[in-house]
Nanobody, 115 residues
């Protein structure tokens, strides 16, 4: 099993920045990719960013050039640096981890971009 704990959400003005963190514990050596989805109430979850264990990254077109996903050297924690935030980035952000055969989810953190 893998457990994910997220932190770093909050309220920010348009143009501001936030950094999300996702700390993994448990069977972390089974993880081959991690990232974030986001969800606006009533809508489907949208992939925001992903990073593989080799460091390969992928982003939604809507966040390219503004968001950066990274990992620490211990392989336990992933970060999502979000710059130049826009009101349309407002959502609940869910960290996820891919292991063979399944996906694990974090508890979600609210990001609100508003003046």
């Amino acid at each position: 099993q893998v457990q994910l704990v997220e932190s770093g959400g909050g309220l920010v003005q348009p143009g501001g920045s936030l950094r999300l963190s996702c700390a993994a514990s448990g069977n972390i050596f089974s993880i081959y990719a991690m990232g974030w989805y986001r969800q606006v109430s009533g809508n489907q979850r949208e992939l925001v960013a992903k990073i593989t264990n080799r460091g390969t990254t992928d982003y939604a077109d809507s966040v390219k050039g503004r968001f950066t996903i990274s990992k620490d050297n211990t392989w336990n924690t992933r970060y999502l640096q979000m710059n130049n935030l826009k009101p349309e980035d407002t959502a609940v952000y869910f960290c996820y981890a891919l292991v063979p055969g399944t996906i694990h989810w974090g508890q979600g953190t609210q990001v609100t971009v508003s003046s």
